[in-house]
């Protein structure tokens, strides 16, 4: 039905990979028995052979150890259990501040959010007009009552990375926890918990062409929390529910079936677009970093024009794409981001985000750069802004 | 599934009619700012015996619905004197469109606020009204039926989200009855201090929740 589509929305969703579904069938019709204790049948434990392999796997991709990798429902309940399970097991004990930046995704900010509600502290450390973190601020801000840093990877939106090594150095030298949501930059910015200094990873199979429905949470040894939802001991107790296996199996090919190359194939098609429409589309600007991004994600405001309206002409075009307007968003607010960073709400509303992945071609980038040259100069001239 | 839009709304937004300006209009209006994300401006041309508009046209800096509004206000308005378009409500242009998903009405609203403030300019250039109205609260409870509840589509009077009205030396507090957590509370604040804030007697806006 939408073979011919130019999808350009993957940091919300991705197509499915063929690979990572027949690696995924047998756990449906063949092992579809749950991961059973030592002792049990042998159809479960084929089953738990399968989920630790998979458990194995993606901690492998992190450097970790298989027991420091649990699975989740998604980077929602990933952040949210690393949040408010830190909340839980140092509230009493250390102190009720958390550090976090106003840029973060939703699972984290909201997350935050609810924990100020309960009597929590936050502070929204600083973030330049590219939005990076001020790290003399973060350093400030840590008290002796922070428990818990959690400053994400990389932007869902402006698709910026932080220098997540410098951020957990200064935790580690003030003995402070950090926690960071890596959903859109793992695995192809690479993460190694060996050589960065970081407590807690949230990541997820749905930006890479796996799976929805499966995340996980990196736990380093030792790190002081405590599960939120209660059930039963799944996932070294953290994390009850019957195992999804199917998904954990798909979960570790789809990230296995990232590559370097694949990654610098999207960069590619990603800077010529950018190159295109910041040249050849006058009163445009990149949102984020020039160099400290993510490979496949270009974000740029177009000026005198609505996100929305910009959507519905490309998507009647064949193209798929994202926008920071309000109009577009589910509560009717301009992109938290944008103004974030000192944007305003112009910028925000004629904002647009292009992310790239697997089944995006190379000939695909000047066909939208063409659609967009034309519909930003079609709603410019029903706009009554940038006519002086 | 598709698409939220009836058939003529996306035929207008596709088409708009009636975009441009006039140069030399009798008067025009913008309504909303680049700030607040949606603009409409107005433009007419009036025959100075009769108040027919013989000539209208509109600019938007704004989503589908709020393109198409101003699309359908301009073919309503189009022929009809002052007085009867000074009637036209986003009921009708809502209902002309085929109906308006309840979320995007806010959007529409300023098309038609568009279109009555042009003709208040008209009547202003042309000595056609009295004095400034003062802002009372019956004054804010009148435009306060011009900020959407996005959950229904409704205005926030008519939903019974008002709370209280109160005007005092030029500060205008209005309390809601909703949660502050609500997912819309921060866009209904904007959009009550949007719609009150520029009048000529009024210093600040003040928008309270309680629910």
């Given amino acids: ?388 | 599934m598709p698409l939220p839009y009836s058939e003529i709304v996306m035929e207008h937004f596709r088409n708009p009619r009636n975009v441009g300006r006039i140069e030399d209009a009798d008067a025009k209006a913008i309504e909303g700012s680049p700030a607040c994300g949606d603009m409409v401006a107005v433009y007419l041309k009036v025959d100075p015996q009769t108040h027919v508009i013989t000539d209208i046209k509109f600019e938007s800096y704004g989503c589908a619905s709020n393109i198409a509004t101003g699309s359908i206000i301009t073919e309503l308005a189009k022929g009809k004197t002052l007085e009867e378009a000074k009637q036209i409500t986003w009921d009708e242009a809502s209902k002309a469109l085929g109906g308006l998903p309840p979320v995007k009405v806010h959007c529409s609203v300023l098309a038609v606020d568009g279109l009555r403030a042009a003709i208040q300019n008209y009547e202003e250039r042309h000595g056609l009204v009295k004095e400034r109205e003062p802002t009372t609260v019956e004054f804010v409870r009148k435009r306060l039926k011009h900020v959407m509840n996005p959950v229904v589509g409704l205005d926030i009077v008519r939903t019974k989200l008002v709370k209280e009205i109160e005007v005092q030396d030029g500060v205008v507090r209005v309390v809601l009855d909703l949660s502050p957590d609500h997912m819309f509370a921060p866009a209904m604040r904007e959009d009550i201090e949007e719609k009150l804030g520029h009048r000529w007697d009024v210093r600040q806006v003040i928008v309270e929740f309680t629910g």
């Fill in chain 1, 1 to 388: 039905m939408y073979e011919n589509l130019v999808y350009l929305d993957n940091a919300a969703a991705t197509r499915l990979d063929e690979r990572v579904l027949e690696a995924m069938k047998p756990y449906f019709f063949d092992v579809y028995a749950v991961a059973t204790s030592q002792f049990g049948y042998s159809i479960g434990l084929d089953a738990r052979e399968a989920l630790d392999n998979a458990r194995a796997r993606i901690a492998a991709a992190l450097g970790a150890n298989s027991d420091e990798f649990i699975f989740t429902s998604g980077d929602t309940e990933s952040s949210n259990l690393a949040i408010k399970g830190v909340a839980l097991a140092l509230g009493e004990k250390k102190g009720r501040h958390i550090i976090t930046s106003p840029i973060e995704d939703f699972p984290v900010l909201h997350t935050v959010r609810a924990l100020e509600r309960q009597g929590f502290q936050a502070t929204y450390v600083r973030v330049d007009e590219t939005g990076r973190v001020d790290l003399d601020h973060l350093r400030e801000s840590i008290t002796p009552e922070t428990i818990l840093v959690t400053i994400q990877t990389a932007n869902q939106e402006i698709g910026t990375l932080q220098d997540i090594r410098a951020v957990g150095e200064i935790c580690r030298e003030k003995g402070v926890l950090f926690h960071t949501d890596a959903t859109h930059a793992f695995p192809r910015v690479p993460l190694d918990v060996r050589e960065i200094p970081v407590d807690l990873v949230t990541v997820s199979a749905h930006t890479i062409h796996g799976p929805r429905g499966i995340g996980g949470l990196y736990i380093r040894k030792g790190t002081p929390i405590r599960k939120i939802l209660d059930g039963g001991f799944q996932e070294f107790d953290l994390r009850p529910g019957v195992e999804n296996i199917p998904s954990a199996v798909g979960f570790a090919t789809a990230v296995e079936l990232v590559t370097p190359d694949e990654t610098a194939r999207l960069q590619k098609m990603r800077d010529r677009l950018l190159e295109r429409l910041l040249n050849e589309i006058p009163h445009t600007r990149l949102n984020g970093h020039p160099v400290y991004r993510l490979p496949h994600n270009a974000n740029v405001s177009f000026r005198f024009v609505e996100g929305e309206s910009l959507l519905l002409h490309l998507d009647m075009r064949g193209f798929a794409v994202s926008t920071g307007s309000a109009c577009f968003s589910r509560s009717l607010e301009a992109s938290h981001v944008i103004l974030g960073i000192g944007g305003d709400h112009e910028r925000a509303h004629g904002s647009v985000r292009f992310t790239f992945g697997r089944y995006n071609r190379e000939e695909d980038v000047d066909r939208v750069v063409e659609a967009i040259a034309e519909v930003v100069r079609e709603l410019r001239r029903i706009s009554p802004l940038g006519k002086e």
